[in-house]
């Protein structure tokens, strides 16, 4: 259970920082014709989407690409889907093989400045990518 704790601890700490860098560098390099310009943030699915919307607050406009009731497991991108991740300056990815069309796009994003976080990263060991849970 403890571990648990420290995992899902870590989970949010990476991404809050992730996020956070991201907000400040939007703020930092901001003019006057974008002041009022919100951080443009997809994330893979809903418990990305609900921390990077805690995280960011106001100063962030996030789309969530897995549809309520479909499995991020299988879910395959639409074209909208491409469209919204690549008009965003970050991208939240679970990863562990959980989204299973990020290895197809992550080089083309390299070219659209768009930044991608995988929060899983060290923390999914084993078959089990859930580490929300």
């Not at 789309?63 to 889907?81: C, R």
């Not at 069309?101 to 999914?124: E, P």
Request: glycine content about 10%.
């Amino acid at each position: 259970m403890k571990s648990k704790f420290i995992i899902g601890s870590l989970f949010i700490a990476i991404a809050g920082y992730f996020l956070g860098a991201e907000v400040f560098k939007e703020e930092t390099n901001k003019t006057s014709q974008t002041s009022s310009k919100k951080l443009q943030v997809t994330a893979s699915f809903y418990p990305l989407y609900y921390f990077a919307s805690q995280i960011g607050g106001d100063k962030v406009n996030i789309a969530n690409i897995t549809p309520s009731g479909t499995e991020p497991h299988e879910y395959e991108l639409t074209t909208q889907d491409r469209a919204k991740i690549e008009n965003s300056r970050l991208l939240i990815l679970n990863g562990g093989g959980l989204e299973v069309w990020a290895d197809k796009i992550n080089d083309d994003l390299k070219s659209k400045n768009v930044t991608v976080v995988t929060v899983g990263g060290d923390l999914i060991t084993g078959k089990d990518p859930h580490i929300w849970l």
